[in-house]
Each structure stands twice: as C-alpha cells, then as structure tokens.
C-alpha cells in the first residue's frame, strides 16, 4: 500500500470496472467502502482487499435510494472517516431505439446511471466541502458522449447526461478543492459484456469481434479512475477522459 490518500467510496464495487477500481484505490492507498446492490459481491471485493492488507467494508445499497444512500455514506464515515473520493460506476444497459424503449426500461436506466449519481454527489459533496478537498469520478461512456450506438437510446441518453453533470459540478465547486471528471470507457472484458455476449447467436464470435475492435480490461479502466482520482491529475477538472484504445479517434 501506497501512503494514506483518504476515504473512497466506490458504487457498484461488486463486479467487473468497480471491483477493479476498488483493488486498485487501495493499493494506492485509500481506505475503500465497497457498495453494491448485490452485498455478496460487495463482501467478495472488500474481503479481497482486506486479504491483501487494505482497509475496506461492504455495503448493499441500492444506488437509486437516496435516504439508503444517506445512511450508508454515515456508515463509511464512522467506519473509514469522511470520504476523499467518491467513484461513481454502477450502471445498467437496456437494449433498444427510442421507439422500442420501454417508459419504464427509460425511468430505470436514469434513475440508476444519472439521477442516482446526481443523488450520491449531493450527499458527498458538502461532506468534501467542510474540508475543501474531494475528488469525484463518474463512470460515463464514449456512448452518448463521443458517438450515437445503435439500440442503445437510453443508455447514451444517460451517459451523456453523466458527462453534462460533471462539468457543472466541476464548474461550480473548481474554487473550493473540489475536482470532478467523467471517465469514458470503451467496451470493457466485463461480466456485462460477457452476458451481452451471451445473448447474441454466437457469444463467442460477438467477444471476438470485439476483441478486434480494441476491448478494454477492467484493470485498464481502474487504472485512468486511479489515475482521475490522485493527486497527480490536481489540473485535471471537468475532463470527459476517453478510454477506449482509439477506437473513437478514427
Ligand atoms: N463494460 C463496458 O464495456 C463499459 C463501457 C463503458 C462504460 N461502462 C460503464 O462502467 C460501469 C461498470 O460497468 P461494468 O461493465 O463493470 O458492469 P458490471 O455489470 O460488471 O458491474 C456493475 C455493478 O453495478 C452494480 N449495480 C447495478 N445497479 C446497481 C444499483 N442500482 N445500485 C448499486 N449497484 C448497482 C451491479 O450489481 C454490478 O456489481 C457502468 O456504469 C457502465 O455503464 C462499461
């Protein structure tokens, strides 16, 4: 472990870019809350953690529950002391073009990929304000932000939404210590890719194909978050940081 760089406080820490960037912030030296709506998974990243020497704890928390999400960041602060960073990264898909978006596919993908980002920077941030010093990263995408996808509306609709509110955190709070960025991956080797995959005629063919387009790792991803969330990124404010391999630079 690294020197002691605070608190962090990483949603969707159960699987694939969360779990990764939960590993990695504790190697670099911060005390890690683990939050998951699944609280196995959750458990299974802190537990990983702690057995490499680091200081973490589970939470089970359902993101888009705001009065939950309360209570949990009281928990992480008794825990752990009030949080440094705070990793934005759970997130749902839902396949399908505006018009074969379900109204209620529309309201959950929000809800969990913009609304409660909105819900958990609002708690946090007059947490960072008291001592003028925070980080924020949200996990956005190149969806939405950097290019259309077929039958993903929602899904770009919220991640370009991810990338509007951060700038506007950053605008607002960029004189109190506080930076915010947007982390925008490409696709990532995660078990969401994978049960995507496997939805396809041949999940095999459809990992291939990506592989051939440039497929991140989650460690990858961990690592630009890592990097967002340090002190060496202090210039770095309000950035939509795209990973994607150059996929999009063509
Ligand atoms: N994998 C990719 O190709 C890719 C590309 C660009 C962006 N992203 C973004 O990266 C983030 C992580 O994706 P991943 O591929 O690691 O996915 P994943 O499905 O492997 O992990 C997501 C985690 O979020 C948790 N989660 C989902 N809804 C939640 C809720 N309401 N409350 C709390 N936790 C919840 C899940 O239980 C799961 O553990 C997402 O925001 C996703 O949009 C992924």
Redesign the pocket.
């Known amino acids: 472990m690294s020197g002691d760089l605070g608190t962090a406080i990483v949603?969707?820490?159960?699987?694939?870019?969360?779990?990764a960037t939960a590993l990695r912030l504790s190697r670099d030296g911060y005390r890690i809350a683990a939050?998951?709506?699944?609280g196995e998974?959750a458990e299974r990243t802190a537990e990983a953690i702690r057995s490499a020497g680091g200081q973490a704890s589970a939470h089970a928390?359902?993101?888009?529950d705001a009065t939950a999400m309360a209570a949990v960041v009281e928990q992480v602060c008794d825990a752990h002391g009030a949080p440094h960073a705070l990793i934005n990264?759970?997130?749902?898909?839902v396949a399908g073009t505006v018009i074969d978006t379900d109204p209620a596919d529309w309201d959950r993908v929000l809800a969990?990929?913009l609304t409660?980002v909105y819900h958990a920077c609002r708690i946090v941030l007059p947490l960072m304000l008291a001592r003028n010093a925070g980080v924020i990263v949200n996990?956005?995408?190149?969806?939405g932000e950097v290019v259309g996808v077929r039958e993903r509306a929602v899904?770009c609709a919220s991640?370009a939404g991810v990338v509007g509110l951060t700038r506007s955190i950053a605008a607002d709070f960029a004189d109190c210590g506080i930076r915010a960025n947007a982390i925008?991956?490409?696709?990532?080797?995660?078990?969401?890719?994978e049960?995507m995959a496997a939805t396809t005629p041949d999940p095999a063919a459809t990992l291939r194909a990506l592989e051939q387009r440039k497929m991140g790792t989650?460690e990858d991803?961990a690592a630009g978050i890592a990097f967002l969330a340090s002190p060496a990124a202090a210039y770095v404010n309000g950035a939509a940081f795209v990973m994607d391999g150059g996929l999009t630079a063509a």
Request: hydrophobic share 40%.
């Open positions: 949603t969707g820490a159960g699987s694939g870019i969360g779990h939050l998951d709506l699944d998974a928390v359902d993101v888009c990264n759970a997130g749902i898909g969990v990929n409660a996990v956005g995408s190149i969806s899904y991640k925008c991956p490409g696709p990532v080797r995660t078990p969401w890719v049960k989650a991803i």
